[in-house]
Structures are given as C-alpha cells and as structure tokens.
C-alpha cells in the first residue's frame, strides 16, 4: 500500500496533500474544521482521511478558503452541497470563488513551463487532480479579518493580501500554528521551486503586496507554519518569512 494522504503536523491539525496542494483537517473533541478544498478530486481522498483519523463527514463544521484559486476550491461547492456546511472565504474572494479561473496575475502563465521544466510534473498531476475543471462555489459566509472564527481551533482570521486581493491565514495561537495558505509557500507549482517564498506572478495578483503581507504572518509569532503548497515549516515563521524576501519576486 501506498503513504497515507494525511498525517498529524501539529496539534490535532491534520495535514492531507494531493497532488501538489495541501489541505488541513482542524480537531478539536468530535468537530472538524476543514482548510481549502483541494482538487475536485481530492474530495475522496479526505473521506478517506476523515475515517483515518477517527473521525466522519458529519463532523465537519465548515470549511474555510485562505483564498479562491481553482486548486484551493475543487471540492467546495461539493462539501457544501452534500455535507450542508457553511464555506467562509474574505469577501473579495466571493467573485473568484463563483469564477475560479477569472484571476489577476502579475506575469503570462504560458512562459513559466518552457523557464521551469520542473514544473511540468507538477502541473501535470494538479491536471490529472481535476484543477481544469473546478465548479464554483456561491453563498459564501464573510471571513471577519482579525476576529476568532468559532469553529474548531477556534481561528483567528490574519488578512494577508498579494496572492490575491483577499488572501487570509488563519493562526491558531493555542497551537503556536498558523495556515498561511498561499501567502507564502514551500513549494511554488509554478516554477519547481522549493523553500519559503511567495508564488511566482503567474499566479499572483501583486507581488510587491504578497511581499508587505509578510509581516502579518511575522506578527503571529507562530513557530509552525503550514502552506498551501509545500511541505510544513516548523522553524518559526519569522525564518520563514526572512527566507521567502531575500527570495523575492519571481
């Protein structure tokens, strides 16, 4: 049998990566509370997960989207179909998440395979995942920036604007663990590229934003930081941040 598609990476949060992106389960006693949706294929792959770690469907309270790129939302509209749960995300990601492909970016896309052929295996299994075929999602429920979420781990919603132009993480400060979603990342899907950095401008709004954006994940002071593409960094975000700008741009 093959590595199982979710493991513990902090307390009670669970990290399940599919194809390239990461989504997390948050446990706290019988609730969970899910972060991004992945690929529309990836929908079985957390019933799977679900059942691994003790938990079923009807546990998940919501889910929440740190922002609406069509491989952070493939199985939202889904979830909140079958499983009736509310689906947060920051109001000026309500649009994208009906039109998952209508997003601003800094750089053409076309380029980034032919300068980065590393990608190219990348982009392939996203393809293979679904990302080409993601359906929107409507009726979403407002992210309050700077407020505690009352869902399990209870969140505080970091307002974190670049990637796109309501990106979020989310801190969990009982935990010492904030989700950064795409604000900055260990893995870019669009160069190959490993290590803390912001994503390349194939896929993001403003980079020189995503940049200034750093400093509120600095603010939390977390020592494990979970991305949305990459593998989890638990030397402390302020390394995490300091590694991703003297990255920079790409």
């Known amino acids: 049998m093959g590595r199982s598609a979710v493991s513990e990476v902090a307390d009670r949060v669970f990290r399940i990566e599919h194809a390239h992106v990461n989504l997390y389960l948050v446990v706290e006693g019988s609730d969970v509370l899910i972060v991004d949706a992945g690929h529309p294929e ?8 679900l059942r691994e770690i003790g938990m079923r469907p009807g546990s998940v309270q919501g889910l929440v989207l740190t922002h609406a790129h069509f491989d952070h939302t493939g199985f939202a509209a889904r979830a909140q179909r079958q499983l009736g749960v509310p689906v ?3 109001p000026r990601e309500h649009y994208l998440a009906a039109h998952p492909y209508r ?6 896309r076309a380029a980034y395979p032919v300068r980065h052929p590393r990608a190219l ?3 392939a299994a996203m393809a293979r995942a679904g990302a080409w075929r993601v359906p929107g999602v409507r009726g979403l429920l407002d992210l309050p920036t700077g407020e505690t979420v009352a869902v399990a781990g209870s969140p505080r919603v970091v307002f974190t604007p670049g990637h796109t132009f309501g990106h979020c993480a989310l801190h969990l ?3 010492d663990v904030v989700l950064s979603g795409d604000a900055l990342v260990t893995l870019d899907p669009y160069t190959g590229l490993r290590g803390p950095q912001i994503v ?4 993001t709004a403003d980079s020189a934003q995503a940049l200034a954006s750093l400093d509120a ?9 979970l991305p949305g593409h990459g593998e989890p960094w638990s030397a ?13 741009a790409h």
């Open 42 to 49: 990836t929908w079985d792959v957390v019933g799977r997960s």
């Open 88 to 90: 947060w995300a920051h």
């Open 103 to 108: 997003y601003a970016h800094e750089r053409p």
């Open 121 to 123: 295996p990348i982009l």
């Open 173 to 175: 400060p009982e935990r």
């Open 200 to 203: 390349a401008g194939a896929a």
């Open 217 to 225: 994940l600095t603010d939390t002071g977390a020592t494990t930081l």
């Open 236 to 248: 402390g975000v302020v390394q995490a941040v300091a590694a991703a700008r003297e990255r920079g």
